[in-house]
Structure formats: C-alpha cells, structure tokens
C-alpha cells in the first residue's frame, strides 16, 4: 500500500510536470481567445520558438557572431527570450491578424496555422528533426532533491514552482488590477471600452504580444527537460487545445486549473493504465464538449 | 428660434453605415451648452445608430460632427470620448458581466477636469454604494441603469448621450432618474436622450427631435410641444 501511494505521488508529479506546460500555453491561447477571437495555431510553433531561441542564444549566437566566448545562459534567456517572441507575436498581429478581424474567425485559425507550417518549416531546414539537448541547465538546479516519496530533479521542481507562481501572476494581472479589468471589459464589448477611449487596438496588440510571450517563456523552461526538437510545438499543442476545450474557452482560470488538473490525470492514468495516458485527455474533452459544451469554467449559454 | 449661436454639437448630413447598409441618411441637429434634446421616434428609426454613430461606432460614417468647432468625423473611435468628452450610456446598459460595481465605475479613464467624486456619485445613486462590491450582472435593471449612468459622470465628460434609460424599468425608478436628469441639467451637462416614453422626457427637453428613416423629419421646440400633439402622437404612434 505504501508502494502504492508513493507511485501515486510520484506519477502525480511527473504528471504535474506536464501541466506545467499544458498551463502556460493554454493560459496564454485562453487570454488571445478572448480578446481577439482568435484561436491562435501558431501557439505550438511559438512555444518552440521559444526553445530554439534559448538554445539558439546559447550554443549559435556566439558562433555565428564570430565571438566564440559568448554563451547567452539560461537565466537571461528566461527574460530575453519571452519579449522576443512577444515581440515577432506583436509584429504578426499588427502585419498579419489585424486584417482579418472582420471576418470569420476560421481566417485567423488558417493564417495562424500557416504561421506556425512555416516557422516549423524554417527550424526543420535550419536545425535537424532529431531534437539538440540545451546544455545551459543551471548549475544551481543541476542535481536532485529528496520529496521522501521520490527522488526528483530539482530543475524540474523549480519548473513547476516558477510557473504556478507565473500562471498566478498572470490571474492577478487580470482579476485585480485596472488594465485586467479594461481586458476583461474589451473581451465583453469592444466598441463600447473603445467609446470610453481606451485604446482597443493597442490593447489587442499587447495582449497578443503577452500571450505568445507566455508561449516563449513556456519554451525556455522546456528546452533543459526535453530536447529542443521543431516538431515539439506540433506534438503538445494539440493537448493543449485539449486542455482548453475541458477548461472552456476563453476562461483564464479554466485554462490554467484544467492545465495543471490535466497534467495530473495524465500521470495518474500512468498507474492505473500506462498505454491509456495519452488519450485520457481525448477522452475527458469528448465527455466534456457532450456534458458542458462550454467548458468546466466556461459561461454556459 | 434657431438653437444657440454657437452650438455645442452641431451635425449636419450625417450618413452612416453597418456593412452595405445605409442606415442613416443625412441627420442635421444642433445644441447649445446646457440643453437637452431628445431624440424621439419609433424602434430602428436610427435613434440608437444617431448616438453610436457620433461615437464612432458604425463601420462608416460621413458628413459633418463638430463638437465646440471642432470636426471629428475624421477622428478613430477611441480617441472621440477623450477629445469631445463625451459621456456614452449605451442601449441596454452595456454593464459588464465580468466586472463588480466599483471595477465597472472606474473602466472609462477621465476624460476632463469636474468630473464628480465617488463621494459625490454615491450621494446621488445611494444605492450603488451598498453594491460596490457585487457582480455588474448581479444587480436590478434600475441599479444597472443607474451605474450607467454614474460611470460616465465620474469622468469629467460635459456632453452625455444617454440611450433608452427609463427602458424597462419601473415608475419609482423612472421618476428617479427623472430627478438625477434634471439635476444633470442644472450643472450645465448638455445631454442628449434617446426616449421612447415621451411623458419622461417632455418636462425634460429644450427641443425634440424627431427621426424617421435615418433622418430628421421634424424639430419641435419645448414650448410648441402642447400645440404639436397631434403631429407628435402620429409620429410616435406604432
């Protein structure tokens, strides 16, 4: 029994491990939903973006600077690299997104979804399929800590803390503060924020720019764990469009509740039934669209 | 028995659009600082659209909207609120859902000195302080109306383009809103209302405007109303 329970635990954190990631992107997918109406495909691409970059950052800059001696670590990676794909994310929507708001969402999806064919396309001719281990982990969070149920590697300990207290951030921003309160106003009606005078467009601007962000950073603190590879935004994206649909779209909360909650199953169908733990989630997203079309957290109606 | 010699909104041959259709063809009116003019007329008459259309919420507008002289038919809709300080209390309220009370009166940023206090809106809508707190859903439709309302007097706005206020709303509510109107008035806002209960407005107005088909058919001063009853009630009549 005690076995038993430690299994449990130990699935469950490794579980927790994954939820880390399904949290961040569906996170940053549920704030872009919202605002722009936009069901962003490029959300995969952009996360893996994120990797390359840190990799990128560490192992090419310097070579292809000439300046052998520069290696850009993980640390500043961590800042560097969000607001650098915050930034192309931004760029998208002002060149790309803003001409289609008018019409069907569905365009949106498809340029995304290009967006993220060509991005994908670009690291694959660049960089092999086979993935690249990022070998700037941290010294200080090399190693492993004794939990008493498991021995677990410590970067992968800082991984879920750091982005519990992201997502947190994040809720924060959005629940308590005047610019939260202007995006969930400008996701209600738009034109009627717009005639109190807040600047809706520049908003969108940077909501997108913090939801690709939020990706960016989700693929940096990814790249020490698992091998930074251009198919590693395909594979977990459509989990996390998974994880959106159960959280309900559009719903902040949802999204990252359902993201660590979903983690957390995953691991724990690894006890119960390994081979299963790969379509469990499949499986609560169908029960979930027949019982709640709109979501666990979703406005019903 | 023309409006004031400077207008305060002055708009000639409006025009607006939604997609293909062309929904206002040609409003004209005009107010002076501290007036009061309806906008009387059936639904869809182009009431509603008039004041969405002076907000720049259409998809296209032309023809001439100055504010104190100034044009802004050119100016993005973000920025027309701001400029013209211009206070918009939407159809149906536009509460949101998302939002609690207090997050709901702080959304619209100030737009010009004068604006009242919280102190001095919770005075007039007592109400709303007791349900600072709650949902901007969960209130009565009166409560609703009435945060309407207050949102937009916090923020300095002078010129007030209050859609369908008294709608759906009960007689005790109504002669309420009646007094906060009037009391609007005697602090030199310049307000537009959209009515459709005539009876509410008419004590209320300096003139009455009245649209048919995206366009002013008829402009009747205050004090011709009793002579023009007749003219009114086939105009309003269903």
Redesign the interface.
């Known amino acids: 029994m005690d076995v038993m329970i430690k299994l449990i635990l130990a699935q469950g954190m490794l579980g927790l491990n994954n939820g880390v990631f399904y949290a961040m992107l569906s996170l940053g997918l549920a704030i872009i939903f919202g605002l722009l109406n936009v069901i962003n495909f490029a959300h995969g691409a952009l996360y893996m973006t994120g990797a390359f970059l840190a990799l990128i950052l560490y192992s090419y800059l310097g070579v292809w600077l000439g300046l052998e001696w520069l290696h850009i670590g993980f640390w500043p990676a961590l800042v560097l690299v969000p607001l650098l794909v915050g930034c192309f994310g931004m760029l998208l929507e002002r060149l790309l997104l803003r001409w289609l708001y008018k019409h069907d969402p569905i365009y949106g999806l498809l340029l995304t979804f290009g967006v993220a064919l060509v991005l994908q396309g670009l690291f694959v001719n660049f960089f092999s399929v086979s993935g690249t281990p990022y070998p700037a982990q941290p010294d200080e969070l090399r190693g492993v800590v004794n939990l008493g149920f498991m021995i677990f590697p410590k970067y992968r300990l800082f991984a879920i803390v750091f982005s519990i207290f992201v997502c947190l951030a994040v809720w924060l921003v959005i629940e308590r503060t ?1 610019i939260g ?2 995006l ?2 400008g ?3 738009p ?11 520049l908003m969108v601007t940077l909501t997108f720019g913090v939801g690709t962000g939020l990706a960016g950073l989700a693929g940096v603190l990814a790249a020490p764990i698992y091998s930074v590879s251009p198919l590693m935004g395909a594979d977990l994206i459509i989990v996390v469009f998974a994880v959106v649909v159960i959280g309900g779209m559009g719903s902040i909360m949802g999204a990252v509740v359902s993201g660590f909650a979903l983690g957390l199953v995953e691991g724990l169908t690894k006890v119960i039934y390994a081979p299963a733990a790969s379509t469990v989630i499949f499986l609560l997203m169908v029960v979930v669209l027949l019982l709640r079309p709109a979501g666990l957290f979703g406005r019903q109606g | 028995m023309t409006g004031a010699p400077s207008s305060y909104l002055k708009i000639s041959d409006l025009n607006a659009w939604y997609g293909e259709s062309h929904v206002l063809h040609g409003v004209d009116l005009e107010l002076a600082e501290g007036e009061l003019i309806t906008l009387l007329g059936r639904n869809g008459a182009g009431r509603t659209t008039t004041l969405r259309a002076i907000m720049g919420m259409v998809d296209r507008r032309t023809g001439s909207i100055a504010i104190r002289g100034e044009e802004f038919i050119d100016i993005p809709a973000h920025r027309i609120g701001p400029l013209g300080r211009i206070g918009y209390c939407p159809e149906e309220r536009g509460i949101f859902a998302s939002l609690n009370v207090e997050e709901n009166l702080m959304l619209p940023p100030v737009v010009g000195e004068g604006g009242m206090s919280l102190d001095e809106i919770f005075e007039m809508f007592p109400n709303l302080r007791e349900v600072r707190r709650r949902m901007g859903t969960r209130l009565s439709g009166g409560e609703q109306q009435m945060l309407a309302i207050a949102r937009i007097l916090r923020t300095g706005s002078r010129l007030l383009l209050l859609d369908e206020i008294t709608e759906g709303l009960a007689p005790v509510i109504v002669k309420t809103l009646g007094d906060v109107i009037r009391r609007l008035k005697e602090k030199g806002y310049t307000i537009v209302l959209v009515e459709q209960n005539f009876r509410f407005a008419a004590p209320l107005a300096d003139r009455h405007y009245v649209i048919e088909h995206g366009r002013v058919v008829d402009r009747i001063e205050a004090g011709a109303v009793e002579a023009s009853m007749d003219r009114l009630n086939h105009y309003l009549s269903v």
């Open positions: 005047r309160a202007m969930r106003a996701t209600e009606n034109d009627l924020v717009k005639a109190f005078g807040i600047n809706v467009p």
